[in-house]
């Protein structure tokens, strides 16, 4: 059974740091895909960050720069640096971890993070 564990998440003001972490069970994690998610209240859940297969890294927009992803295989873990906070990157993030026989991959149960101004 896999199951994915987020934590890291908080109040911050804005311009501050956290980072998230996401740790993997149950799964082959040094073979996977693995990301970061995000859902906004009254949004659609929107891409973070995100190592493919191939391991080459992807960021929204928004968050290149300030957000860093990176992973330890040893820890089976992906982390989420998250810089210079902003109000709009308040949300609940959620990992996200793809094998090759299951491409839509496995879900944490989220880590709130909310930026005060």
């Known amino acids: 059974q896999v199951q994915l564990v987020e934590s890291g998440g908080g109040l911050v003001q804005a311009g501050e740091s956290l980072r998230l972490s996401c740790v993997a069970s149950?799964?082959?994690?040094?073979?996977?895909?693995a990301g970061w998610y995000r859902q906004a209240p009254g949004k659609q859940r929107e891409l973070v960050a995100d190592?493919?297969?191939?391991?080459?890294?992807t960021y929204a927009d928004s968050v290149k720069g300030r957000f860093t992803i990176s992973r330890d295989n040893a820890k089976n873990t992906v982390y989420l640096q998250m810089s210079s906070l902003k109000r709009e990157d308040t949300a609940k993030y959620y990992c996200n971890v793809r094998s090759l026989s299951n491409s839509q991959g496995y879900w944490g149960q989220g880590t709130q993070v909310t930026v005060s101004s």
């Open positions: 149950g799964i082959a994690f040094s073979r996977s895909a």
């Open positions: 190592f493919s297969f191939g391991g080459r890294a």
